[in-house]
């Protein structure tokens, strides 16, 4: 018996059975721990979906372009929830547009937010603003050129390659009364 005992010592002792044993025992304290966790474990979150309107918007990051009184550029970046489709993002991005410049005292109250459409023409994406204006708008030239510069600027930084102002579905000659609308598109 003796003899046995020894060579069972011996065995033991060697480095690649105790490495062996050490793997086993991992292996066996993976086993169990696992089993252990499982009753432990949450059950997956669940998420309801909202209206289709609600999961066609996106998060993302827009570009609003101010221009100031002596006709500095002032970007502004603010993150809104925008419809996916490009006609509706863009009436979105103008819709901020309109609340930021109002709050400063820009946009007049009788000037309605446009109606807002963006089509493809010679590889180009064109967006083209209709104002709705049953009367005339009386603002002074600063103030319309403030506005006028901040829609196309702001336009043109959100992914649109060209701008057309019109005035109750038609070209104008001036946007306002006082700044001149190029009238090619």
Do not use: C
Not at 49 to 56: F, I, N
Not at 120 to 132: I, K, N, S, T
Not at 156 to 178: M, S, W
């Amino acid at each position: 018996m003796q003899l046995r005992s020894e060579a069972f010592k011996r065995a033991v002792t060697k480095p690649h059975v105790l490495l062996a044993l050490l793997a086993l025992l991992s292996a066996l304290g993976y086993l169990f721990g696992n089993m252990v966790n499982v009753s432990r474990r949450t059950k997956p979150p669940v998420v309801e979906l909202t209206s289709a309107v609600e999961d066609a918007a996106i998060t993302s990051e827009i570009r609003l372009v101010l221009y100031d009184s002596t006709g500095l550029e002032r970007p502004m970046f603010l993150t809104v929830r925008l419809p996916e489709s490009e006609t509706e993002r863009l009436h979105g991005i103008v819709e901020a547009l309109r609340g930021e410049l109002f709050r400063r005292g820009v946009w007049p109250d009788a000037l309605p937010l446009p109606l807002v459409f963006v089509e493809q023409l010679e590889g180009r994406r064109v967006a083209v603003l209709d104002f709705d204006l049953p009367a005339p708008v009386a603002v002074p030239v600063g103030v319309e050129l403030q506005l006028l510069r901040s829609i196309e600027a702001t336009v043109l930084a959100n992914d649109i390659d060209r701008v057309r102002i019109l005035t109750n579905g038609t070209p104008r000659a001036t946007f306002l009364g006082h700044i001149a609308l190029p009238q090619a598109l």
